[in-house]
């Protein structure tokens, strides 16, 4: 994921990924809906 945008009250992440097959690099914008989390985001705990 390199940037974040919102668009229309809608977020959108440009990511970038390497298709190996065809080796290519691409980038692309998709919809925040459209992604899922890898880890665990650090939050602070509530005392």
Known sequence: M???EQRD????AL???YLEA???L???WLA???LTP???ARRS???
Request: glycine share 12%; hydrophobic share 50%; proline share 4%.
């Open 2 to 4: 390199l940037a974040w």
């Open 9 to 12: 009250g809608r977020w959108f």
């Open 15 to 17: 990511v970038s990924y």
């Open 22 to 24: 065809d080796g290519v």
């Open 26 to 28: 691409a980038q692309q």
């Open 32 to 34: 925040a809906e459209l």
């Open 38 to 40: 890898v880890g665990e």
């Open 45 to 47: 705990a509530s005392p």
